[in-house]
């Protein structure tokens, strides 16, 4: 995936950005990075959480109550934040004004969350979560695959476009509960025929902004193990803090 010149082009400005001196989204503080040290220490710690679906944990345990009752289509999940301030504006800025440098900061933060490393280097893709064509054409960009770009770092060999794709408009998701949510998105993500022999036996690693309940998530997990993936690894920037997935 992701091997068009422009995606790289649009990457390789993100870096530039990046190396040149900027002011910090968080505080402000000029000259700093997008975001600078004492932001990313003080507001994206590492903290424990479920090893399932990122839900924030307390107590020592490693998977979260809603995880052991009912495991999710994914095997691992990691969030860099909790979603809420100071993070939401930086996450809305990649959300609708495709701020190449955001995205970068922001993958940036994820990878560097213990253990994302290694799992990007084991999975043969690294696959952002579509949006529909309608969506698509509508926003011009997918917030998900500018992280999942500079996630992945180079173009994977074998490459197929669009190896996950959502195949219907699905209702506005904010204000549902999960199992509305499930429902909402049943058949809605599918890996295309001509893709399947490239996900049979393989480990993927799936990319998005921010998870709520997980439904998005399990539905596109879902459609990658239908596939024959066979290991996938949830990435999200954000994670909301109090919405367990069940
Ligand atoms: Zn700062
Ligand atoms: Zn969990």
Redesign the pocket.
């Known amino acids: 995936m992701f091997s068009r010149p422009g995606a790289w082009l649009l990457q390789g400005l993100a870096q530039l950005q990046q190396a040149l001196p900027s002011q910090c989204a968080i505080c402000a503080r000029w000259p700093g990075k997008r975001i600078c040290g004492d932001c990313a220490a003080r507001w994206a710690a590492a903290q424990p959480r479920?090893r399932?679906?990122a839900?924030p944990l307390a107590g020592g345990a490693t998977?979260?109550g809603?995880?052991l009752r009912a495991p999710p289509a994914f095997d691992a999940a990691w969030a860099a934040v909790d979603y809420g301030y100071p993070w939401s504006s930086l996450l809305a800025q990649l959300k609708f004004q495709q701020d190449p440098g955001a995205a970068h900061a922001l993958a940036q933060l994820l990878a560097q969350v213990p253990g994302v490393a290694a799992a990007l280097a084991a999975a043969r893709w690294i696959v952002p979560v579509p949006l529909s064509a309608q969506r698509l054409r509508e926003r011009g960009f997918n917030q998900s695959a500018l992280l999942a770009r500079v996630l992945a770092r180079q173009p994977r060999a074998g490459d197929c476009a669009n190896l996950l794709v959502r195949t219907r408009h699905t209702a506005a998701q904010s204000g549902l509960q999960r199992e509305p949510r499930l429902r909402n998105l049943r058949g809605a993500f599918e890996v295309p025929a001509r893709c399947a022999a490239l996900l049979a036996g393989q480990r993927v690693v799936l990319v998005d902004d921010i998870m709520t309940t997980g439904a998005t998530l399990e539905a596109a997990a879902q459609a990658l193990r239908r596939a024959g993936a066979i290991h996938i690894c949830a990435m999200v920037v954000a994670r909301t803090q109090h919405l367990?997935?069940q």
């Open positions: 479920c399932r679906c839900l998977e979260c809603a995880c367990p997935r």
